[in-house]
């Protein structure tokens, strides 16, 4: 399914990715990425914010891709189609897709592993958060998943 700017759960949505990107610093709007991120919101498919600009082709084709699929692995496989390089599966570009539900919680942790890292689940929302420079005192799924920054203080 694609965004829909007349339903109100895919609007209500945007804003919240949008939020999200903002309250992490990330400035670098991506119209389909977030459009994107907001379906699978409201899907419960994995939905990712990023701090990637297009200055940064591989990674905001990452997750631009992951978006638009539903899954970073999808997203990889998609891309490495296309390139001649294998850059789609380093381990560093995962450190700036932050995840907006646990359906990308769990993608994520899975793409990480693939990378040979094991990270649980406390491991992977401090390396997240410390990549966009938010590290807060105590790692709340209010923060964790999208919803305002303050239901954490």
């Known amino acids: 399914m694609s965004f829909d ?6 609007c209500d949505a945007l804003r919240e990715v949008q939020s999200v990107q903002r309250e992490l610093g990330f400035h670098c709007a991506d119209a389909n ?3 994107d991120a907001a379906v ?3 899907e ?9 600009s297009y200055s940064n082709a591989f990674g905001s084709l990452l997750a631009s891709a992951a978006n638009r699929l539903g899954s970073i692995e999808a997203a990889q496989d998609e891309l490495a189609e296309h390139s001649a390089l294998d850059d789609y599966r380093d381990e560093a570009l995962l450190d700036r897709l932050y995840p907006l539900n ?5 993608d ?3 793409a990480y592993q693939r990378c ?4 649980d689940s406390t491991d992977l929302r401090r390396r997240v958060m410390c990549a966009a420079g938010v590290v807060p005192p105590m790692y709340s799924d209010a923060v ?3 919803q305002t920054m303050q239901a954490a203080e």
């Open 5 to 10: 700017p007349t339903n109100p759960s895919h």
């Open 33 to 35: 990425r977030d459009e």
């Open 40 to 42: 699978n919101l409201v």
């Open 44 to 52: 419960g498919k994995p939905a990712f914010a990023s701090g990637y």
């Open 102 to 106: 646990r359906a990308a919680e769990l």
């Open 108 to 110: 994520l942790m899975v």
């Open 116 to 119: 040979g890292t094991w990270i």
């Open 144 to 146: 964790w998943y999208g």
